[in-house]
T-cell receptor, first 113, second 112 residues
Framework: QKEVEQNSGPLSVPEGAIASLNCTYSDRGSQSFFWYRQYSGKSPELIMSIYSNGDKEDGRFTAQLNKASQYVSLLIRDSQPSDSATYLCAVTYSGGGADGLTFGKGTHLIIQP | DAGVTQSPTHLIKTRGQHVTLRCSPISGHKSVSWYQQVLGQGPQFIFQYYEKEERGRGNFPDRFSARQFPNYSSELNVNALLLGDSALYLC???????????FGDGTRLSIL
């Protein structure tokens, strides 16, 4: 059973601080890793993709991947109230021809003004 | 450029009916995937199509079917609707395997 685990939260972070979101996955064959942001009542919006070990930075967002530990994280620097949302970790697997995303349940992030 | 478009936005059906949901991918994207999201959960993979062929399916019953057309748009069909089929149905497109998938706004399906 391929699984992606996230702490559902809520995770409360003061405005201007760093928010740290974590995700673990079960299948070592996983190749592609994504973070999506989903506002209440809206669809998921892609914010980061990462494919190899290490860090990847894009503006205030940094994704970190450690395949040996089967661990993916997302850091949000200088958190803003508009960052309050559910953050979904998603993984694609190498087996077979399809690369349907397997999602975690999401972490609900609250940025306190 | 237009993003992924889905229709209709909302739909109300009764048990036993069937439904067809439609999706147009981002221009140039050849892969379309369908997901079901129930409240409080992450999206669950239903189908993926690439170049008009089914590339894979998730753990959903045969009541669910889909197809992709020559213009890469796609339909998701659900027969014999159950109360448990009430959910947000999401379509996502990507230009190739392993590339980021971009989601449409979804179709919210309610079964009475």
């Amino acid at each position: 059973q391929k699984e992606v685990e996230q702490n559902s939260g809520p995770l409360s972070v003061p405005e201007g601080a760093i928010a740290s979101l974590n995700c673990t996955y079960s299948d070592r064959g996983s190749q592609s890793f994504f973070w999506y942001r989903q506002y209440s009542g809206k669809s998921p919006e892609l914010i980061m993709s990462i494919y190899s070990n290490g860090d990847k930075e894009d503006g205030r967002f940094t994704a970190q991947l450690n395949k040996a530990s089967q661990y993916v994280s997302l850091l949000i620097r200088d958190s803003q109230p508009s960052d309050s949302a559910t953050y979904l970790c998603a993984v694609t697997y190498s087996g077979g021809g399809a690369d349907g995303l397997t999602f975690g349940k999401g972490t609900h992030l609250i940025i306190q003004p | 450029d237009a993003g992924v478009t889905q229709s209709p936005t909302h739909l109300i059906k009764t048990r036993g009916q069937h439904v067809t949901l439609r999706c147009s991918p981002i221009s140039g994207h050849k892969s379309v995937s369908w997901y079901q999201q129930v409240l409080g959960q992450g999206p669950q993979f239903i189908f993926q199509y690439y170049e008009k062929e089914e590339r894979g399916r998730g753990n959903f019953p045969d009541r669910f079917s889909a197809r992709q057309f020559p213009n890469y748009s796609s339909e998701l069909n659900v027969n014999a609707l159950l109360l448990g089929d009430s959910a947000l149905y999401l379509c996502a497109s990507s230009w190739d395997r392993g590339q980021p998938q971009h989601f449409g706004d979804g179709t919210r399906l309610s079964i009475l």
